[in-house]
């Protein structure tokens, strides 16, 4: 296949897919260049770490990882022993639990490991044709703030004083918005930009995601970490809207009260947006 990046990468997923037993659906174009071969010999440190990580995102096991890296090592001329390492990277953890590193979004910063896919992606047009994140933009997409409004939740939630939860739940739609994600796909967000979106302060943000989750209007809330004196140590919360959007209901609107709704999820984040 030839090095050139015009067409091959895309060219380059079903094939890559096969040869090293990975599901096309979740392969993502610019990770199949690399498989493929299609690089220099200076970025082959970075370029086992990338598909390590990706390998991880795609639901691999340290194992299964390892046997794609050992592949990709013998067709490049790499030594399988750098490849192993670079495995024991992608599946390092920090003490919470979380992945220390998570895979590349959509975003690839100049200066780091990522960046040796921005190239390919460019070129491909990511995310258009980028199946994986494709995926995240695909779905109910009358699930909107205007279904919501229709179906009398603002109304509900100031007649049981809970009219700031609609502030929120519009805050998350326009969050959507602005990542090109359809209704309900699962994304990172912080207390402060829920803020922002929302008109409402900062301090009440985990309270009013709380009352939507209760009232089934979130079907996502895992709850970020802004402690600790590092960057590294904090996360923004996972949410995602209940889509489709649920009708109000006497036991949906009771469960405030009562605390009997589900239990914020607390924990282990996935790869999404931020």
């Known amino acids: ?118 190239p390919t ?23 909107t703030m205007q279904r919501f409004e229709q179906l009398g939740w603002p109304e509900e939630l100031r007649r049981i004083r809970r009219a700031a939860a609609a502030d929120v739940y519009r805050a998350i739609c326009l969050i959507e918005r602005q990542h090109g994600l359809s209704p309900g796909s699962p994304l990172f967000a912080s207390y402060k930009k829920v803020a922002e979106f929302s008109g409402r302060d900062h301090s009440g943000i985990g309270r009013l995601l709380d009352v939507l989750w209760r009232i089934s209007l979130l079907s996502v809330f895992e709850r970020g970490s802004g402690s600790g004196p590092y960057a590294r140590d904090r996360h923004a919360s996972r949410i995602a809207r209940m889509v489709p959007i649920p009708a109000p209901s006497s036991a949906l609107l009771a469960a405030i ?5 589900p239990q914020p999820d607390i924990g282990g984040l996935g790869e999404e947006v931020a």
Request: hydrophobic share 40%; charged share 25%; proline share 7%.
């Open 257 to 261: 009260k009562t605390g009997c709704g």
């Open 121 to 143: 992606c460019e070129t491909v047009g990511c995310p258009a044709n980028c199946t994986p994140f494709l995926k995240l933009r695909q779905g109910p997409k009358a699930e």
């Open 1 to 118: 296949m030839s090095a050139s990046p015009e067409i091959p990468a895309l060219e380059a997923t079903v094939l890559v897919a096969a040869e090293y037993g990975l599901r096309t659906a979740d392969l993502k174009p610019c990770v199949a260049f690399l498989l493929d071969g299609n690089l220099g010999s200076a970025e082959r440190h970075k370029a086992a770490f990338v598909i390590a990580v990706e390998c991880r995102r795609m639901g691999l096991e340290a194992n299964a990882c390892a046997r794609v890296l050992r592949a990709w090592s013998r067709k490049i001329g790499y030594r399988e022993r750098d490849a192993q390492r670079a495995v024991e990277s992608a599946f390092r953890r920090k003490p919470n639990g979380d992945w220390l590193y998570p895979a590349p979004g959509l975003n690839k910063k100049p200066g780091t490991s990522y960046a040796i896919l921005a």
